[in-house]
């Protein structure tokens, strides 16, 4: 069995910064690439950023340089800073992994249960 566990969700103002965690655990063989995805009421889910096992990002042109994406090997743990939070940026947040579980030699893709960030004045 595999989990991710996300946190760090909330409300904050305009301008303000949250950070969210998401933690992947049980039985993984190799943890690859990992990130950040939002669905905002409305939308499809569209990617935030990514973070490669070696450390290389990907990010999507509108979080440039508000975004920092950043991950723990240690602990399978991959953070997304996030600053100068606009209204737009109101979704929910889910982690992802890609990654191959301890019983089988095939690569699957993983999901958060997801997390509320609401930016409001």
């Known amino acids: 069995q595999v989990q991710l566990v996300e946190s760090g969700g909330g409300l904050v103002q305009p301008g303000g910064s949250l950070r969210l965690s998401c933690a992947a655990s049980g039985s993984i063989f190799r943890l690859n690439t990992m990130g950040w995805y939002r669905q905002a009421p409305g939308k499809e889910r569209e990617l935030v950023a990514a973070?490669?096992?070696?450390?290389?990002?990907n990010y999507a042109d509108s979080m440039k340089g508000r975004f920092t994406i950043s991950r723990d090997n240690a602990k399978n743990t991959v953070y997304l800073q996030m600053n100068s939070l606009k209204p737009e940026d109101t979704a929910v947040y889910y982690c992802?992994?890609?990654?191959?579980?301890?019983?089988?030699?095939?690569?699957?893709?993983?999901w958060g249960q997801g997390t509320q960030v609401t930016v409001s004045s």
């Open positions: 973070i490669t096992s070696g450390g290389s990002t």
């Open positions: 992802n992994a890609e990654l191959r579980p301890s019983w089988t030699m095939d690569v699957m893709d993983y």
